[in-house]
């Protein structure tokens, strides 16, 4: 992360996108790509962490742990995503709230909302990000890329 990404000191910028994909496979194919451990894991980038652990209900957490890179700023701290379910429609939609954290310190919060649509030829995902970035963090610009990115990378988990 530049330092011109970063947030001054007891600062928090708030930020709303919005992604659309289009999969061609049927919404309970993507949606099992949400709720099934494994493949979660899988597009997740999740193979890669020290910890991954879903229990996909409402109420239910996800975490992922992992070191960051030798190289970064933070020389192996912890990177945490503590995610908690707030709604589940089998198929249609799932929202969830999840926060990020390097080693102690919390740089994030967010209310995501993931929306499937059955289309002619499969699926449109329509992913909306609400955020709040706290000083230190990687702000909107570089978390939306790193939502593209993993929506690729679901592409593949999805595909026939």
């Known amino acids: 992360m530049s330092q011109s990404?970063?947030?001054c000191e007891n600062t928090t910028l708030h930020s709303t996108y919005t992604i659309e994909r289009s999969y061609a496979a049927?919404?309970?194919?993507?949606?099992?790509?949400?709720?099934?451990?494994?493949?979660?894991?899988?597009?997740?980038?999740?193979?890669?962490?020290?910890?991954?652990?879903?229990?996909?209900?409402?109420?239910?957490t996800e975490r992922t742990r992992r070191k960051t890179p030798l190289e970064s700023p933070m020389k192996g701290a912890p990177l945490t995503n503590e995610t908690v379910f707030q709604d589940i429609v089998?198929?249609?939609?799932?929202?969830?709230?999840?926060?990020?954290?390097?080693?102690?310190?919390?740089?994030?919060?967010s209310l995501a909302t993931f929306e499937l649509v059955a289309t002619g030829s499969g699926t449109r995902l329509v992913f909306?990000?609400?955020?709040?970035?706290f000083?230190?963090?990687?702000?909107?610009?570089?978390?939306?890329?790193?939502?593209?990115?993993?929506?690729?990378?679901?592409?593949?988990e999805v595909a026939d």
């Open 90 to 109: 089998p198929n249609q939609r799932i929202v969830l709230a999840y926060t990020m954290a390097l080693g102690d310190y919390r740089f994030s919060a």
């Open 128 to 133: 909306t990000e609400q955020a709040a970035f």
């Open 135 to 156: 000083a230190n963090s990687d702000g909107p610009t570089i978390r939306e890329a790193g939502w593209r990115h993993l929506l690729v990378q679901l592409a593949s």
């Open 5 to 7: 990404s970063l947030l």
């Open 26 to 60: 049927s919404p309970e194919r993507v949606f099992a790509a949400f709720s099934d451990p494994v493949k979660k894991r899988r597009w997740f980038g999740g193979e890669a962490a020290e910890s991954f652990e879903m229990d996909f209900r409402v109420g239910g």
